[in-house]
């Protein structure tokens, strides 16, 4: 299993800011992925963090808007570039080892832009 | 596209059972897994189907029929402390990648 920290937990910002969540993994893992929440639905991939190459997104996700960083097996960062009221979400991250199915998500960081 | 379809809300009684299901659309299929999510925690792994058929855990099952696109999270002995949002979501590909469905909220009363 894995132990994943999130930081900050919830932050309020306000629009055209940037802010970067951090992302600590108590293990060494293969995967790690960005997902974004609205409060009650579901959980939508942003992106899958690659160590020392760039990031894979998905689709409607640019890396100008969500530049990813992951200088190592255990840490990764998320920014979230010129906010608007719209990036308002919870954004987790999650990790898991290539030969496992199994994600272990992080308790979320609650963003509120305003 | 991918598209996942679960119930939006269950309701049931503590000690029952309740079924949620799972009807896939995606382009790839590795398997079907289900997640808990609590209000305000973060996703919990539940369960992971590859193959067609049955796996237990516990008073958790779930069910897979690739045949029909289909699954369901089976909860048994149903306790107040179950009542969360379920995830179905599908892995379409060798990388762990994971399409979520919209979730359903279950609510367990006394």
């Known amino acids: 299993s894995a132990v994943i920290s999130q930081k900050p937990s919830r932050d309020i910002c306000q629009r055209g800011t940037s802010l970067t969540i951090q992302c600590q993994v108590d293990?060494?893992?293969?995967?790690m992925f960005w997902y974004r929440q609205q409060p009650g639905q579901s959980l939508t991939l942003i992106a899958t963090?690659?160590?020392?190459?760039?990031?894979?997104?998905e689709s409607g996700f640019v890396i100008d808007k969500f530049p990813i960083s992951r200088p190592n097996l255990t840490f990764s960062t998320l920014t979230v570039s010129n906010m608007s009221p719209e990036d308002s979400s919870i954004y987790l991250c999650?990790?898991?080892?290539?030969?496992?199915?199994?994600?272990?998500f992080g308790p979320g960081t609650r963003l509120t832009v305003t | 596209g991918q598209s996942l379809e679960q119930p939006s809300e269950v309701t049931a009684v503590e000690g029952a059972i309740v079924q949620i299901n799972c009807t896939y659309q995606?382009?790839?299929?590795?398997?079907l897994s289900w997640y808990q999510q609590h209000d305000g925690g973060a996703p919990t792994f539940l369960s992971y189907?590859?193959?067609?058929g049955l796996e237990e855990t516990g008073r958790f099952s779930s069910f897979l029929s690739r045949s029909d696109s289909y699954g369901y999270l089976l909860l048994q002995e149903l306790q107040m402390k179950d009542s969360a949002s379920y995830f179905c979501?599908?892995?379409?590909?060798?990388?762990?990648?994971?399409?979520f469905g919209g979730g359903t909220r279950l609510m367990v009363k006394p």
């Open positions: 999650s990790a898991s080892q290539e030969s496992s199915y199994e994600q272990y």
């Open positions: 293990s060494q893992v293969t995967m």
């Open positions: 963090a690659n160590q020392g190459s760039e990031a894979t997104y």
């Open positions: 995606t382009s790839g299929f590795y398997g």
């Open positions: 189907n590859a193959l067609d």
């Open positions: 979501a599908v892995r379409d590909n060798a990388g762990n990648m994971l399409t």
